[in-house]
T-cell receptor
Framework: GEDVEQSLFLSVREGDSSVINCTYTDSSSTYLYWYKQEPGAGLQLLTYIFSNMDMKQDQRLTVLLNKKDKHLSLRIADTQTGDSAIYFCAESIDDYKLSFGAGTTVTVRA | DTGVSQDPRHKITKRGQNVTFRCDPISEHNRLYWYRQTLGQGPEFLTYFQNEAQLEKSRLLSDRFSAERPKGSFSTLEIQRTEQGDSAMYLC???????????FGQGTRLTVV
């Protein structure tokens, strides 16, 4: 996972927007992904973006991709307490396996 | 529930014992993956199957680890002569092709005492 870097913690007030940032290293990655993990659970695929796209929006989620800088971000609008979790950025390697960052722990405070 | 299913959810074993985990992927998915996750880290790739063929094994997968997918459906991961360093969450995932993303099971948490 050392090829994908994320900030470790984010604290956000309920109702505000959350922005989680990620940098990756493999310029040949075709897809980039965001996963969510709640305590004791597996990973839930939230969204993904194809490398030729700049932006993808899916309900409260917006993914921005800056391929030149190898920077990916996930914006969660109107953050709710149920959004408290660890969020992982992942890049595809060799078109089938995933390289994950260490995860960003998002805490939503009232 | 038609998601990825893993069994058992938790396993406590004594050092030196063998353990086997099972993964049932989403039925139409031909690709199956095993990952390992330790506390505070993201998942690390262990191995990958396309149908019944094991196409890649990570360097993390020592000789004590073996994975099979005999009929291209469910998969097993066996760890022989477990060591304390094997304690981790073992995650299975499946996918069709890369553009759909991989779907993960709930994981098997292994504790070696």
């Amino acid at each position: 996972g050392e090829d994908v870097e994320q900030s470790l913690f984010l604290s956000v007030r309920e109702g505000d927007s959350s922005v989680i940032n990620c940098t990756y290293t493999d310029s040949s990655s075709t897809y980039l992904y965001w996963y969510k993990q709640e305590p004791g659970a597996g990973l839930q695929l939230l969204t993904y973006i194809f490398s030729n796209m700049d932006m993808k929006q899916d309900q409260r989620l917006t993914v921005l991709l800056n391929k030149k800088d190898k920077h990916l971000s996930l914006r969660i609008a109107d953050t709710q307490t149920g959004d408290s979790a660890i969020y992982f950025c992942a890049e595809s390697i060799d078109d089938y396996k995933l390289s994950f960052g260490a995860g960003t722990t998002v805490t939503v405070r009232a | 529930d038609t998601g990825v299913s893993q069994d058992p959810r938790h396993k406590i074993t004594k050092r030196g014992q063998n353990v086997t985990f099972r993964c049932d992927p989403i039925s139409e998915h031909n690709r199956l993956y095993w990952y390992r996750q330790t506390l505070g880290q993201g998942p690390e790739f262990l191995t990958y199957f396309q149908n019944e063929a094991q196409l890649e094994k990570s360097r993390l997968l020592s000789d004590r680890f073996s994975a099979e997918r005999p009929k291209g459906s469910f998969s097993t991961l066996e760890i022989q002569r477990t060591e304390q360093g094997d304690s981790a969450m073992y995650l299975c995932a499946s996918s069709l092709q890369r553009d759909t993303g991989a779907f993960f099971g709930q994981g098997t948490r292994l504790t070696v005492v």
